[in-house]
């Protein structure tokens, strides 16, 4: 599970988070949705410790990301929005360096690669340098990187951004099966579509600010919209008229 209390971060005089709270719980899946620069990456980036909040509290299973960011890291798998893979390396390798570097054993690194090379279906890909891959090669070798060392949460930042429809469907159900596992799965999407296939709850952020956090059901009955992204935009757009 993942508690996120009151979280503030500023550059400058601009207030990138203004008190973002929320909870992504186990076995549900999570979107967080918000307009360019609502400050959903600068959230996510708190939340897997590579940025310091200002003021606020990042809780993942009960751990402190202040206190002990590297417990926390070992919590958490994460797919960031820079893929960052390793260009002259194969995907196996790419995805037993990760391993080793939380410690993996070899034995249960390699039954775990195998289990999510053959769940993400990239084992024609696998002995191939990832220099040259395609956007959908980048993502699966990625996030069989972040998982291999079996974590309990998983941030997905716009996981689908770029794919095609093969991919982008294969995708959404490894996210089911991560979810059906009892995985806490936080993602965030500009895809409304695939919010409303994928989430149990919907976390909205605009100006920096949570505008809602809801089911789907509950924010469309909240908004007087049947459309979710009706509703999406209805929220956004009376959240940004007040900060104007």
């Known amino acids: 599970m993942i508690e996120v209390k009151d979280l503030h971060k500023a550059f400058g005089e601009v207030k990138a988070v203004n008190g973002v709270t929320f909870t992504a719980r186990d076995g549900e899946i999570t ?3 918000g307009p360019n620069g609502a400050g959903k990456t600068t959230t996510l980036r708190m939340l897997y410790t590579l940025m310091k909040p200002d003021s606020g509290q990042v809780l993942v299973d009960g751990i402190d ?19 960052g ?11 037993e360096y990760f391993a080793r570097l939380h410690g ?9 690669r195998d289990k999510l090379v053959d769940a993400l279906e990239m084992r024609d890909i ?7 891959f395609s956007q959908g090669q980048r993502v699966k070798t990625a996030i069989a ?3 291999v060392h079996d974590p309990k949460n998983v941030i997905l ?7 095609d429809v093969m991919a982008t469907r294969g995708l959404r159900a490894f996210m089911r099966n991560l979810k ?11 895809i409304m579509q695939e919010v409303a296939m994928l989430c149990d709850r919907i976390v909205v952020i605009a100006a920096g600010r949570v505008v809602a956090d809801e089911t789907p059901d509950a924010l469309r009955a909240q908004t007087g919209e049947a459309n979710l992204e009706d509703a999406f935009v209805k929220l956004i757009g009376t959240e940004e008229g007040l900060a104007a």
């Not at 009892?182 to 500009?190: E, I, M, N, T």
């Open 31 to 33: 979107g967080l949705l």
């Open 65 to 83: 990301a202040a206190v002990d960011p590297i417990a926390v890291r070992r919590q958490l798998g994460v797919l960031p929005d820079a893929r």
């Open 85 to 95: 893979l390793y260009k002259r390396l194969t995907a196996r390798e790419n995805i």
């Open 104 to 112: 993996v054993e070899n034995a249960v690194m390699r039954q775990r």
């Open 126 to 132: 696998l002995d191939r340098r990832t220099e040259g």
């Open 145 to 147: 990187r972040a998982l």
């Open 157 to 163: 930042d716009e996981p689908t951004n770029g794919l």
């Open 180 to 190: 059906a596992e009892g995985r806490c799965v936080l993602f965030s999407s500009h």
